[in-house]
Structures are given as C-alpha cells and as structure tokens.
C-alpha cells in the first residue's frame, strides 16, 4: 500500500531531508532583531522555493512586518482539506559564549541520552518541526504523485515577536485559508517516545516598563537616600506581583475566568506525568515555585503565570560604579488559561505599577503581544484518527496534554477562520528551546516526518463534515 | 607680599592652567574597566612629569593595581609639611549617548547658570580639583621660587574602583608619606559662591550578588510558575532591603553605632541647607526618599543608606524573549556613618540574602570595596585658618559641613599615618559627577586654585605642633 511507500521512501530519503533542514538552518531569520528583517525574508523564500519543488503553489505575502508563506497542493475530489502552520522565525541566540557549537552551524551530534541530536537555533522551535511535514509531504507526493488530501500551508516569520500582522492576514486571507481542520506543528511529546496531540494552551500578555525617576544619573553618594532609586522601586513593584506565602499573582482580578480542574484529570496527570522533583531534575531543580497546592506540571499546563523575563538599570558591567540610574526596564510576561482576558490584565498591571509610582517618578509601559488561551474539543472528530496514527507509528498510546506555552495561532485560527486546530508536535522537555545549544532528536525529525504521513492517510480516510 | 603676587601669577596665567588641565582630560583613565590600564598609568605619568617641571621630587609607584603618583617639596625649614591628596582616575562614562560633547574631548562652554563649565569625565572628580593645587604650587614656586611649606603629593588611581591597594601603600611608606595634615581635595562646597570644610564623609560598602537557579535559561511558557525565577527572587530579596513603611534599612545590626545627630545642627543645617523640593529640583524630583523623618540633606550628610546601583538579568534588548533566565545580578552599595562595621554589615547583607534563598538556588557574592565613615575633630589647629582663608578668597563665611559620599582615604590616612584630614574641595552640586556631561566650573578651577594660595600661606603660618 502507497502509506508504506511513503513510509520507506521518508526512511531511504532521511539524509537528504537533514541537508534541506540544515539549509534553513543556517539561515539567521531572529524576528525579534530589526537588523535581520533581511534574514527572516531568506528564510520564507527558501520555504517557497522548496515547497514549489514538490509541488504547492507557494509564494511570500507581504505584511507590515516579515512576509508570510502560503503554499497550496490539491487533494483528491472531495478529501478533506487541512491548513498546516508553522513559523520560519527564531529566538535571539544571546548568551552565545553558552552555544558549544555556533546557534547557525547545524550539527548532528550524540547527546547525553545517546540520541543523534540536530543543534541550532530553531532545530526544534520551529523550522524542524515545521520541516518534518514538508518532508512528508515530499514523501507522499513521490509515493503516489499526489497528496492524500488538500493541504494549505501558512508558515508565518513573526512567531517569537508578538506576531502582531497574523491576525490581520487570517482575516484578510479568509477564504483563501479556510479548511476543515488546522494541524499546528510548534508542541512537544508527553515524553521521549510518548506521542502526545495538545488541547490545552496558554495565551500571554507581554508588557515592558520603563521607570524615571530623576533626570539624569547621580552620584550614589551625593544623593543616595534623598532621590528616589528606579530599580528599588522597580524591584518594590516586580515584588509585590506575588503573594510571597500563597505565590498567588496578586494583579486585581487575576484569576477571573481561570477553570476549576477536574479531580480525575488532575489525578490522571499525576499518574502520566513526572514529579515535581523529577520534571524539575533536568534543569537542576528540585523544588517547585509558583502557586502553592498544585504540582510543576498543573502550574504550567493549566495554571496562569507572572513572570519577569528581563531586567536592566545601573551599571551592569565588570567592577563597581556608584551610580543612582535614572531609570530602570523591566520586561513581564503573564501566561494565560481559560478565559482569562489579556487586555484586562495588561491594563490591571499597569495599573499595580501606576499606583505605586511616587508622584516625580514616572512609568513608560510597551504592549508585546496579548493572546487569550484555547482548548481543543475532545470531541473534535479529527482527533481520534490523529491519536491512533501516532499511536501507530510510535507504538505507544498517545495522550491528550496540555502545554505551558502560548501559541496564539490557534485562538486566532479559531477567530478568524472558525476552524478547529490539532496540535501535533514531536519536541521533547530537552530540547533547550529559547536557551543556548537548542535541539531536535533526529529520531524526531526522522519519526515525526512518519507520523505526519500516517495523521494524513488517517485523516483522509474521515468523511468531511 | 609674595601671598599677592601668586594670586596674580595664578590669574595670568589661568589660560595655560587650563590647557594642561584639558591635557589631563584627554587621558581616559576608567580604572574599573580593565582596558583601560594603560590609560591609567599614562595619567600617572603625565603627572610625574609636570610636578617635575615645578620641582617636586616626582615619581610613578607600582602597585598591584595601577600605580601611585608621589611627589616631594621640601619648604623652609621647621615649616609645616602637609600631605596633598587626590585621584587621577575616573568613572566609566556610559550611557555615552547622553553626552553632548565626547567624554576625553575636554570643552568650555557657557552652562545653564551663565558659568562657563569645563565639561568631560573627570573635570569635577578629581582631575579638575587636582589641577587646582598643582597650579596653585606651580604659581607659589613662580613667586618665591620655593613653596611656603613642605608639600608631599600623593594621587591615586584606584579611588573609583575599591582601592584596595592604598591603604597597603599607605602602611608601607608611612615614613615617606607621614606629615602634619592631609589636604585632601575631593569634596565640595555648600553652594556657588560658599565656600566649605568637609568633615562628616560617609563610608561604603559595596557588593555584588548574582543569584542561580536553573542550571541555563529556559522557556517561560514551558517552564513558568514551576521553575524558581532569579529576577523574581531577587526582586524580592532587593525590595526586603528597606522597610516600606519607614524606608529604614532592614539589615540585622544595620544601624548600630548610627550616631544621633544634636538638634542645634539639624536647625543649623536646615537654615543653610536647601528645602527637599530646592535640592531636589536640580535633578527633576521633588519628594525625598527614603527614611522619613529626615530632611533630603540630613539624609545624605549624615543617616546611613541603602542603593542598588545596578541590576541585570534575562533578555534586555529590544523586542520581547519569552525567557526564565538561569542567573540574575545586582550591584549594592551601603553608605556608612558614624562607627557603622563595614564588615559587619557586609556579612549581614549575605545573610539577608541567603535566609531568603531557596535550597535548591545558590547566591555568590563579590565584595567592592568597604571603608568607615570619618569625621575631622572640630577643633583640630589647622582647621580655623584654613576656614578664614577660604573666606577671604571667596569673600563668604566658610562652612563646616556632611558630605554624602565616601572617601575612604580620610580613615585610612587616619589608620595608617595617624593624621588628621582637612577637606577641601571646589565642586558642586550640579557637577554632574559620575553622570554624562560631567563639568567643572571655571570659577571653581580659577577661584580653587586662589584658594590654595591662601590656604598655604594660612596653614604655612600655623606653628607645627
């Protein structure tokens, strides 16, 4: 049968799969960083380029920031039709004194698991993953000439930066992009070799604040005590975000809309997940923070956060200057779960930093990114053959999870297009993603290529509804 | 009189005091940034060579760190014999944006207050202050042919960056170095125009603390709320540094051996002192900080305090990075009054940091300098005709005042030769030291220089004792 064609056609065809990974790869596309705007448009028109060889319609589309990729490839007569995303962007590589080989200089490895390891920045967030179904597809189309169903793809460039222009696109591109169903490739497994499909996401809300107090930097000395220190207040404000005894965020009106966890289902993840002390272990931890009553695992799969990912005043260089700064930045990110509202949070944060400013200081806030969190139906009638193809091909019983992250594509999907999503991906908790020396098994890339073909036969095989 | 005809030599010859001052100043003497050692050491022989010109025994002393200056003048016999002191290196000078002419590239310009400014780094702190005794001994020695006392010189360059190596220095030529009294040139005055005697100056102790938690950065949707944020700990751990309430420093033993200063000086001090709002307003503020209870200057001549001069931690650049760093740094310094333990309350900030560190976090400590704060005697002999000269020269009542800074020089000179200190500085309040556009006013350079004159004449007057 053609699937098992596909299937050894993906095996026989591995090496020249890594080298087209390794090419987009080494292409630097960090959205974040203004000055490689040129990098991230490469890397979309390498996309083009590859996917028009295996034959999509394919081409870049314009936005007021990076370009979009949107490719389209025919099924037969009434098969059902899936919009594949994925984004060609990157995080920034700093520290990069941490990278033991350069973040884009590809390199196949044996890791400390004994896997092969493919290490670079976007090995695994997201240009591996997103390349595990180009190069099913690749297989398919050589199996039998075609794909088992209509596949569009959209593979955004702006995915670590806000991606403020997703939105707009979907809307304007509606019909073009309409499909019964989207398979978002940007998830990890619930373990090595435990294939997972994600129904619980977490949304985000990032802001920046920047604090003035006097108009220039001072001498500690002449003036420390009698003017006000930016980062003392900085740090009084970031403080208070925590209730120090409950690690409750404390921002009014919080936890407004945050779902109650069923018994069963929290005692089902104690039962599948690790504990605290060993999901902790790889990152040389032991003991949970956050909120207390609920394990590492709820707090990040089902539980709303506040965290400060950036801070910056003073004098920060080698030796000691006593210097009373001017000014202090802090950037703070929330993490969202059930119908928790982005705006309404941005605004109360704001607002916790306004009521403890004095009246000479003052507060400058930068919106990056707001998005709501989303659950996937389990009743969703593409879920069940998706569950068993994996199943399939890592022969082990694939779990239904929930994931820490935000991936705003799948509320705006939902917005825009009113369309289901379901949420395959084959990274794993190791995989250093964001950090230096990131990773992506090649048993991943390898199985994941695999399973996509199987998810498409399987879902092919579903009637349209 | 001779006294009359130095003071006219010194006004004649003000331009090429000036120019080689603007020499000095081109030197970028940073003895905290490593790559600027030779920077150091060229400053130190560039005032070798022009106390040379004007007969002092000149030479550069090694130290560990970057070398002493040491010069001698011997004057009449059974003269007295003063130790002048002063420092040739300076501040590092980020944020370099907000200068308006380069920092090594020395300009005259006409300020805000109608004065003509001498603007670079250093021109205030010390260079600027130096210059005007080493011109003041220039024009003596023009006038007499020889001093009217005997002058030993030593300048230092490691004032802003621990200077560890001096009192060392100090102990190992106290035979060279021991005089009658120490004129230290580093302070300021009360106003434009008021001349002054410093003699509370505040110790410092200054730390740095980098906290670890995850063993490398992570993803904070990943990881968020479960893994222990560094920025958020030591959020935390800063913001326990002062009591909100009363903005008093929390330290265990913190303000042991804080002296109670007389009601009569307070109601002095707020006669000559400036209100908050007057002495804030310079910098853009208008309500003090910290403790309540105390005028802004009662806060900075004579209660201890607590600034965090510098905080670094997770992604600071433009854009977003939805990272949980691993690491997270602040620089702290403590001003000292009285007979506050430097050591002490070095030990008890650690403490204050390590009670508040999870078990699984780990905090490593790097000590920037520690010194008492000092007092000079009121009553010390050559302190009355140092005041009276200062008087004449500016034709203003001359004030014995606090300063909020620390020299650590006056203590150890206390320590290690035994002798009494006079302050004697030309500097004011919007000097702009260790900011950008650092300056110095002419008047205080020309009038400093006068100044000198006199006062070694006065103090030449003294009978030894």
Chains 1, 2 share one sequence.
Request: aromatic fraction near 6%.
């Amino acid at each position: 049968m053609t699937e098992q064609a596909a299937l050894d056609l993906a095996d026989k065809g591995l090496d020249d799969s890594l080298n087209r990974l390794f090419d987009l790869l080494r292409i630097p596309s960090i959205s974040t960083q203004p000055d490689h705007a040129p990098d991230c448009r490469k890397a979309a028109e390498w996309l083009v380029k590859e996917l028009g060889e295996i034959g999509f319609e394919a081409s870049t589309r314009e936005t007021p920031g990076h370009p979009m990729v949107v490719a389209h490839a025919k099924g037969p007569e009434g098969s059902p039709h899936v919009l594949f995303y994925g984004h060609y962007d990157v995080q920034p590589v700093d520290p990069l004194n941490l990278w033991t080989s350069a973040p884009f200089e590809p390199v196949l490895v044996k890791g400390p698991t004994g896997e092969m390891e493919i290490t670079a920045r976007g090995a695994a967030d997201d240009k591996g993953q997103v390349m595990t179904f180009v190069e099913a597809c690749r297989a398919l189309r050589a199996a039998d000439g075609t794909l088992p169903l209509s596949v569009t793809m959209l593979i955004e460039g702006e995915e670590e930066s806000g991606g403020v222009n997703l939105m707009p696109f979907l809307k304007a591109n509606r019909n073009e992009l309409k499909a019964d169903v989207a398979l978002i490739c940007d998830t990890g497994m619930l373990g090595r070799g435990m294939p997972a499909i994600t129904t619980m996401l977490r949304g985000m809300v990032g802001e920046e604040v920047t604090i003035t107090c006097a108009n220039r930097d001072l001498h500690s000395g002449m003036y420390g005590n009698a003017a006000r220190n930016p980062i003392q207040l900085l740090c009084d404000i970031l403080s208070d975000l925590r209730d120090g005894a409950t690690g409750r965020v404390t921002l009014q009106g919080f936890y407004e809309g945050v779902p109650v966890i069923p018994e069963e289902t929290r005692a089902l993840w104690r039962k599948i997940g690790p504990t605290d002390a060993d999901g902790l272990a790889p990152v040389g931890l032991s003991l949970p923070a956050g909120e207390i009553g609920y394990t590492a695992l709820e707090q990040t799969w089902c539980r709303p956060s506040c965290e400060i990912n950036g801070i910056s005043g003073g004098y920060e260089d080698k030796g000691f200057k006593t210097v009373l700064p001017s000014k202090a930045m802090a950037k703070v990110s929330f993490r969202l779960v059930g119908n928790q509202n982005p705006e309404a949070i941005r605004a109360a944060f704001r607002a916790h930093v306004e009521t403890r400013l004095p009246a000479d200081c003052k507060a400058e806030f930068t919106a990056h990114g707001g998005s709501r969190a989303s659950i996937v139906s389990a009743d969703m009638p593409f879920l069940p053959p998706a569950l068993k193809a994996l199943e399939e091909e890592w022969q082990h019983p694939a779990a239904v999870i929930g994931c820490g992250g935000s991936i705003p594509v799948v509320t705006e999907v939902q917005e825009a297009l009113g369309m289901d999503s379901l949420l395959i991906g084959f990274g794993l908790e190791d995989d250093r993603v964001h950090s230096p020396n990131e990773k992506y098994d090649l048993s991943c890339f390898h199985k994941g290529m695999r399973s996509w073909i199987r998810v498409l036969y399987a879902l092919a095989a579903q009637n349209k509804h």
